[in-house]
């Protein structure tokens, strides 16, 4: 091997190069479509992205609904930081801009292939689903999240756990993307995995809606964020997901929340049935889990 060759190799991105001649199988690679509610919410599972796109070099889309502009409370530091009122009422359309370069700077850094933004209004901080679908366009949300899943042929697609007590614009989303797959047919079903940071819980179903009913009460597989990143041992994911993070230098509070969870926990979905559970076991294989 050359000079430059191996100064490539030191790289943690050195797969983006060839040098020689060595054929490989040609394999699909692992194609994951991840749909939140708003800027920031790709953070619930941000190591396992990173895993996914730079160390088993699979695919990332993602579709954010909402604009995000319900994310004022705690922008005060940031309104300094940008010079703009973020915090207040005149400064929503500010806000909303903000945080969408905020969500693609994130994006860039997870590696996600494309981010989507449906436009969709944040009605800020609520427990109830319906604050989200009654407010909504919910033909063009459902043509959206329906068109991905048909023509993307993703194995696997990440939402936020729909529990009581999680903002209610999490539980539409969950529940939008669930009857979605439910009216795929059975053997083009993908995986749908709900993610959750910290404390290992138990969740069975979002009571009232049998449609979130999961495998087991348990998660079906948790990833610890201080697990040795592929580049160097001394590297863990907990960096990678502290640079998501700092992208979205308008939410404060968030940013306080999230560094004080250590696992990224999933639950997989009934929903998706027999293909799916299958897979959710070929996604995690060769994820190396």
């Known amino acids: 091997m050359s000079a430059l060759a191996e100064a490539f190799a030191a790289w943690p991105d050195a797969m983006a190069f060839s040098f020689g001649a060595v054929e490989k199988e040609a394999v699909s690679p692992l194609k994951v479509l991840l749909v939140v509610a708003h800027p920031d919410d790709e953070?619930?599972?941000?190591?396992?992205?990173?895993?996914?796109?730079?160390?088993?070099?699979?695919?990332v889309d993602q579709i954010v609904v909402t604009n995000g502009e319900g994310g004022h409370t705690y922008a005060a530091l940031a309104a300094s930081y940008y010079g703009l009122p973020l915090h207040k009422k005149e400064g929503r359309p500010h806000l909303i801009r903000v945080r969408r370069k905020e969500q693609l700077r994130a994006?860039?850094?997870?590696?996600?292939?494309?981010?989507?933004?449906?436009?969709?209004?944040?009605?800020?901080?609520?427990?109830?689903?319906?604050?989200?679908?009654?407010?909504?366009?919910?033909?063009?949300?459902n043509r959206k999240i329906s068109g991905m899943l048909r023509r993307g042929n993703y194995d696997v697609v990440l939402v936020l756990l729909p529990t009581p007590e999680t903002h209610?614009?999490?539980?539409?989303?969950?529940?939008l993307v669930l009857e979605a797959v439910e009216n795929l047919s059975a053997s083009q079903r993908p995986a749908v995995v709900g993610a959750r940071t910290g404390e290992r819980e138990g969740f069975a179903e979002l009571p009232g809606f049998p449609l979130t009913r999961t495998a087991g009460a348990a998660p079906a597989w948790s990833f610890d964020r201080r697990t040795p990143l592929r580049c160097h041992p001394a590297l863990d994911h907990s960096i990678i997901v502290n640079w998501a993070v700092s992208e979205h230098k308008s939410q404060g509070f968030f940013q306080m929340e999230s560094?004080?969870?250590?696992?990224?926990?999933?639950?997989?979905?009934?929903?998706?049935?027999?293909?799916?559970?299958?897979?959710?076991?070929?996604?995690?294989?060769?994820?190396?889990?």
């Open 43 to 59: 953070s619930e599972c941000a190591a396992l992205i990173y895993r996914i796109t730079h160390e088993a070099g699979g695919v």
């Open 107 to 141: 994006s860039r850094t997870l590696g996600i292939r494309h981010t989507h933004f449906l436009g969709q209004k944040d009605t800020g901080v609520t427990s109830h689903v319906n604050d989200a679908l009654d407010e909504w366009d919910l033909s063009l949300v």
């Open 168 to 175: 209610g614009h999490h539980k539409a989303v969950a529940l």
């Open 259 to 289: 560094s004080r969870r250590s696992h990224e926990h999933f639950w997989l979905f009934q929903a998706g049935g027999d293909t799916a559970r299958e897979r959710w076991g070929n996604f995690l294989e060769r994820l190396g889990a």
